[in-house]
C-alpha cells in the first residue's frame, strides 16, 4: 500500500458546526503532516506529528485541533470555522521525521465554509 | 532565506517541445529539492527529486539540473504531451536533524498545447 487515504473527498460546514478530517496510511511512515491549500497557491504547513507526537504546529488557530491516535492514523478537528478556512487540506506522510524521502501526498478534503 | 522562488508564474509549450520551470532559494542548509506535479483536485505527487551532490538527474522524460553555486535548480520536461498539463510546484527542506518541512515555491501552471 503506497497511499495516503483522506476522508471525507467534500466536506461543506457551518460555522458553528464541529467536524473531523481523517487520514491514514500503512507505509509504516511515522512522520505525518497537515498542509493547507488556497487555489492556485503551495501548500501551506499546518501541524507535523513525528511518532504520533505533535512536533511542529505552524501557529495555527485553536479553531483547527489535530490527532495522532496511531501511527497510521491522523484527524484535524475542526470547529468554529470562518469562511477564509475554505481550502483543500492535505495529509502527507513520510518514513520518519527526519529524513526527506517518502514524502507522499494524500488528494485532500475539499472544505467549504458557510 | 526560507523562501523558494519559482518562475515562471504560467507556461504554455507545443505538444512535443520542451519545458523549461525555474527555482531559486537562499538558505545554504537546504539539501533536498523534489519537484511536485499537481492536477485538479488531486494532491501533490512526486515527480522527481534531487540532492546538492550531483548536477543532474533524469527519470523519463523529466531531467532535473542542478547549480549549487548558484543556488539554482530547474525542471525540463523534454517531448512535453497534453497529459503534463498541471501545476509544478518546486520545493526544498533540509536534512535529518529536525521534523521535516518542505518549502514550497509559488507554482508553475502549465499547458501543453495539441
Redesign the interface.
Known amino acids: 500500500d503506497t497511499e495516503?487515504t483522506?476522508t471525507p473527498k467534500h466536506l461543506v460546514m457551518g460555522m458553528t458546526n464541529k467536524k473531523s478530517l481523517k487520514c491514514e496510511q500503512h507505509m509504516g511512515h511515522r512522520?505525518m503532516y497537515w498542509y493547507k491549500q488556497k487555489a492556485?497557491?503551495?501548500?501551506e504547513?499546518m501541524f507535523?506529528y513525528?511518532y504520533e507526537k505533535l512536533?511542529?504546529n505552524e501557529s495555527v488557530p485553536s479553531r483547527f485541533s489535530p490527532e495522532c491516535p496511531n501511527s497510521s492514523l491522523l484527524n484535524l478537528h475542526l470547529h468554529a470555522l470562518q469562511p477564509e478556512d475554505s481550502a483543500l487540506y492535505?495529509c502527507?506522510s513520510?518514513r520518519h521525521?527526519?529524513?526527506?524521502?517518502g514524502?507522499?501526498?494524500?488528494?485532500?478534503t475539499?472544505l467549504t465554509v458557510v | 532565506q526560507q523562501q523558494v522562488k519559482q518562475s515562471p508564474q504560467s507556461l504554455i509549450v507545443q505538444k512535443g517541445g520542451i519545458s523549461i520551470i525555474n527555482c531559486a532559494y537562499e538558505n545554504t542548509a537546504f539539501d533536498y529539492f523534489p519537484w511536485y506535479q499537481q492536477f485538479p483536485g488531486k494532491g501533490p505527487a512526486l515527480l522527481i527529486a534531487i540532492r546538492p551532490d550531483v548536477s543532474e538527474k533524469k527519470e523519463g522524460r523529466f531531467t532535473i539540473s542542478f547549480n549549487k553555486s548558484a543556488k539554482q535548480f530547474s525542471l525540463h520536461i523534454m517531448d512535453s504531451q497534453p497529459g503534463d498539463s498541471a501545476t509544478y510546484f518546486c520545493a526544498a527542506s533540509k536534512q535529518p536533524g529536525g521534523a521535516q518541512k518542505l518549502v514550497f515555491g509559488q507554482g508553475t501552471r502549465l499547458t501543453i498545447n495539441p
Open positions: 495516503v483522506q512522520a492556485k497557491k503551495p501548500p504547513l507535523v513525528s512536533s511542529i492535505l502527507a513520510s521525521a527526519g529524513t526527506s524521502y514524502y507522499t501526498f494524500g488528494s485532500g475539499r
